[in-house]
């Protein structure tokens, strides 16, 4: 039986008694109950966007990152088009609504949210965890008293009937889906009518025959970490929720005081490299919104969550070790796509010696996602120095502040012309 408390632990966070005796008691009963053992890992990532956005966002992926078109699947309201790499990496599912008037309970995760209203649609959904045996699982998650759509639920949302899907974290906002399938077995999802479109075809191509120009194809590695988002007070049970719902243990904490905030990492039980099952991040405030004015301290991460709500912030990828025409291969990989037309938010960060350097793009016009790039030297194994990560957290922090500014300006034209 694998123990989810035996591996070593990181940072320098200091966490609750709350949080240190619930993440022994979880993870001892998780795996006492055999749900470590069902629970493998993530087999897929799922996005949705806004109409008439899908095939730009897929043209954006396929150049930016190793991922593949490979289908898509139609519904009576949504696209659902499948980016894969291989079977060792996870998929992208990317949905796109086909009206834009349609409501749901993803759209309506947006709409209360300043910037995250702008494009109601666009959001990042969940994951998909492979499980050796749905019904065990689901008995398991169900007795631990996790809530699950019902098939006419999951029906009506359109999302592929193979998949148990528990309803979207208070914390997080995002959902966790179980799909049955043994290991050497292909994914399939059962969702609507299966085509390869001609126009999402000539996009990808065009992406990887560019890729192969610019000499960046071979490269950029499949996602290496997902990092997400939470309100000050949701840090901790947030964790422990992925901890409860997936087979990842603890991998630590560290407190980014420059930016009043935390990075927290979990990691797959089974498999020490990420790429076969990403890591997954969680970023908070250090203290809430409302003790800003009489502490003066930065928030950019606070201020993130409160214009989009609590959601996925960027999807790392990794880029190999080694160097290209003297540069070293993140160098390379930025120059290449920065001529593109592609925005970054800094110049790349950190050092040989650090371990790592890492870069931030901006944000996509079509997920509001952003694209990590880490590049790690002689198999450096963390995710990051505290000196990258408060660069990086301040980065994107001056460009939402813009956003911010933005959306403020749009409401108060829209006031005046009513």
Same mark, same amino acid.
């Given at each position: 039986?694998?123990?989810?408390?035996?591996?070593?632990?990181?940072?320098?966070? =200091? !966490?609750?008694?709350?949080?240190?005796?619930?993440?022994?008691?979880?993870?001892?009963?998780?795996?006492?109950?055999?749900?470590?053992?069902?629970?493998?890992?993530?087999?897929?990532?799922?996005?949705?966007?806004?109409?008439?956005?899908?095939?730009?966002?897929?043209?954006?992926?396929?150049?930016?990152?190793?991922?593949?078109?490979?289908?898509?699947?139609?519904?009576?309201? $949504?696209?659902?088009?499948?980016?894969?790499?291989?079977?060792?990496?996870?998929?992208?599912?990317?949905?796109?609504?086909?009206?834009?008037?349609?409501?749901?309970?993803?759209?309506?995760?947006?709409?209360?949210?300043?910037?995250?209203?702008?494009?109601?649609?666009?959001?990042?959904?969940?994951?998909?965890?492979?499980?050796?045996?749905? $019904?065990?699982?689901?008995?398991?998650?169900?007795?631990?008293?996790?809530?699950?759509?019902?098939?006419?639920?999951?029906?009506?949302?359109?999302?592929?009937?193979?998949?148990?899907?528990?309803?979207?974290?208070?914390?997080?906002?995002?959902?966790?889906?179980?799909?049955?399938?043994?290991?050497?077995?292909?994914?399939?999802?059962?969702?609507?009518?299966?085509?390869?479109? &001609?126009?999402?075809?000539?996009?990808?191509?065009?992406?990887?025959?560019? =890729?192969?120009?610019?000499?960046?194809?071979?490269?950029?590695?499949?996602?290496?970490?997902?990092?997400?988002?939470?309100?000050?007070?949701?840090?901790?049970?947030?964790?422990?929720?992925?901890? &409860?719902?997936?087979?990842?243990?603890?991998?630590?904490?560290?407190?980014?005081?420059? =930016? !009043?905030?935390?990075?927290?990492?979990?990691?797959?039980?089974?498999?020490?490299?990420?790429?076969? &099952?990403?890591?997954?991040?969680?970023?908070?405030?250090?203290?809430?919104?409302?003790?800003?004015?009489?502490? #003066?301290?930065?928030?950019?991460?606070?201020?993130?969550? #409160?214009?989009?709500?609590?959601?996925?912030?960027?999807?790392?990828? *990794?880029? #190999?070790?080694?160097?290209?025409?003297?540069?070293?291969?993140?160098?390379?990989?930025?120059?290449?796509? *920065?001529?593109?037309?592609?925005?970054?938010?800094?110049?790349?960060?950190?050092?040989?010696?650090?371990?790592?350097?890492?870069?931030?793009?901006?944000?996509?016009?079509?997920?509001?996602?952003?694209?990590?790039?880490?590049?790690?030297?002689? &198999?450096? =194994?963390?995710?990051?120095?505290?000196?990258?990560? *408060?660069?990086?957290? $301040?980065?994107?922090?001056?460009?939402?502040?813009?956003?911010?500014?933005?959306?403020?300006?749009?409401?108060?034209?829209?006031?005046?012309?009513?």
């Amino acid at each position: 039986m694998t123990n989810s408390l035996s591996f070593p632990r990181n940072g320098d966070k =200091q !966490n609750s008694p709350f949080f240190e005796d619930y993440l022994v008691r979880l993870l001892e009963e998780r795996d006492r109950i055999g749900l470590t053992g069902m629970v493998q890992e993530i087999d897929a990532i799922m996005i949705t966007v806004d109409p008439g956005h899908s095939i730009r966002y897929i043209g954006e992926l396929c150049l930016m990152t190793p991922y593949e078109y490979l289908v898509t699947l139609e519904s009576e309201s $949504h696209w659902t088009h499948i980016l894969r790499v291989d079977m060792n990496a996870p998929d992208f599912l990317v949905r796109e609504v086909k009206d834009p008037r349609t409501q749901g309970i993803f759209r309506s995760l947006n709409e209360v949210y300043p910037i995250g209203a702008r494009k109601p649609n666009s959001r990042y959904m969940g994951e998909i965890l492979r499980v050796t045996d749905l $019904h065990g699982t689901m008995q398991c998650q169900q007795e631990r008293e996790f809530r699950f759509f019902s098939q006419n639920q999951l029906r009506r949302l359109e999302l592929p009937g193979n998949l148990a899907v528990v309803k979207p974290s208070p914390y997080t906002h995002n959902i966790v889906a179980y799909m049955e399938r043994p290991q050497e077995q292909m994914r399939v999802y059962a969702l609507g009518i299966s085509s390869i479109r &001609s126009d999402f075809q000539e996009v990808y191509l065009s992406a990887k025959e560019l =890729q192969k120009k610019l000499r960046i194809h071979d490269l950029i590695h499949p996602i290496d970490h997902l990092a997400t988002r939470v309100y000050s007070q949701n840090r901790e049970v947030a964790i422990l929720e992925w901890l &409860s719902l997936s087979s990842y243990y603890y991998w630590g904490s560290y407190d980014i005081k420059d =930016q !009043n905030s935390s990075t927290n990492v979990t990691k797959s039980v089974y498999h020490a490299n990420e790429i076969r &099952s990403p890591a997954k991040v969680f970023t908070a405030n250090n203290t809430p919104y409302f003790v800003n004015h009489l502490e #003066r301290l930065p928030s950019p991460t606070e201020t993130f969550v #409160r214009n989009y709500g609590p959601r996925l912030h960027h999807v790392a990828f *990794a880029v #190999r070790d080694g160097e290209t025409d003297g540069r070293e291969n993140i160098e390379h990989v930025v120059a290449q796509i *920065a001529a593109q037309g592609r925005d970054f938010l800094l110049d790349v960060i950190g050092s040989r010696e650090e371990g790592l350097k890492q870069i931030f793009s901006s944000a996509s016009e079509h997920s509001s996602l952003i694209i990590e790039y880490v590049q790690r030297f002689d &198999s450096f =194994q963390g995710f990051f120095t505290r000196n990258n990560v *408060a660069s990086l957290t $301040h980065a994107a922090g001056v460009e939402e502040e813009l956003l911010e500014l933005q959306a403020q300006s749009e409401t108060n034209q829209a006031s005046g012309s009513e």
